[in-house]
């Protein structure tokens, strides 16, 4: 069996290794995919040690996917605009780096929640690493608008900075959180402020009846972001969905084939 894992710390609770045992069943691919924990200043170690040992690929997650990025020898475009990586595959001594996190939020709005992005306004909240793997695929689908919020402004027009040359004139704009400009179609949280249970200071406005709100987080319960957004009217969707896409890309770039995502989002979402 061909064998693939995920490096992270903490790892104990990655739903990854199911998500491509699922997948693997599904299209009769002969692999077996492991959690790994790495010591904090242990990864790149620990990575070459899987791929001299025969292992053709991994993902990776936090905090590790600057250092995968680091490692690898060459880099996809989706990965050098992320500035991350969460999938490498090992081939002849070389580390492939590639990154299908913005794929995977993409795949997710478009096919699963079946909302177009091109031609549309979208809202993205945060300018950290989630968001900036966010940004190229965003820009791939031709979005009317692009607008980027965060805490911290330099960062949201540093990151609108970077992308400007691959976005058209004026589709591309940092702005504050509470001065966005009326309604957007698709609004995404990548803050990670729902992990602290804490919520951007948006404008209640930014939300309407056709609105797609999107938290990149997930759990049990739906975050404080979608509360504000479905209180607001908005349909809102959590981080799930993205989080089976990422892997089923992860997937077809390891194994040539994308697994069918609707069976196995569904399970991990009865057990959450
Ligand atoms: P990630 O990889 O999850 O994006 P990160 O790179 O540390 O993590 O970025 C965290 C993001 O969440 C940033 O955009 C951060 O805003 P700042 O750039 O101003 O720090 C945002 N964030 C975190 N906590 C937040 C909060 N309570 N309110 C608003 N934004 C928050």
């Known amino acids: 069996a061909a064998r693939y894992c995920v490096f992270g710390n903490p790892i104990a609770h990655s739903k990854s290794p199911d998500i491509h045992a699922a997948f693997a069943a599904q299209t009769g691919q002969d692999l077996v995919y492991e959690r ?7 990864f790149a170690a620990a990575a070459r040690q899987f791929a001299a040992a025969g292992g053709r690929g991994a993902n990776v997650t936090l905090p590790f996917k600057l250092e995968a990025c680091a490692l690898a020898t060459a880099l996809t475009m989706r990965a050098q605009a992320a500035g991350a990586v969460n999938t490498l595959s090992f081939s002849d001594g070389e580390i492939h780096g590639d990154n299908t996190d913005g794929d995977g939020l993409v795949a997710d709005i478009v096919r699963n929640a079946g909302v177009a992005i091109a031609g549309k306004r979208v809202l993205l909240l945060g300018a950290g690493g989630a968001a900036r793997g966010a940004m190229l695929p965003l820009l791939e689908q031709r979005p009317a608008e692009l ?37 957007y179609d698709i609004v995404i949280n990548a803050t990670s402020a729902s992990l602290g249970g ?75």
């Open 198 to 272: 804490a919520l951007p200071p948006l404008a209640p406005g930014v939300f309407g009846r056709d609105t797609l709100a999107l938290d990149m987080m997930y759990g049990a319960r739906p975050t404080v972001f979608m509360d504000f957004a479905a209180g607001h009217g908005a349909q809102v969707r959590d981080g799930l969905g993205m989080l089976v896409e990422q892997a089923a890309e992860a997937f077809l770039v390891w194994r040539g084939v994308r697994p069918d995502t609707g069976a196995v989002l569904a399970s991990l979402r009865a057990a959450l």
């Open 36 to 42: 790994r924990l790495a010591a904090l200043d242990g």
């Open 147 to 183: 607008s980027v919020a965060n805490r911290t402004q330099a960062k949201a027009d540093a990151l609108v900075r970077q992308f400007a040359p691959l976005a058209g004139a004026g589709r591309l704009q940092a702005c504050a959180f509470d001065a966005a400009g009326g309604v």
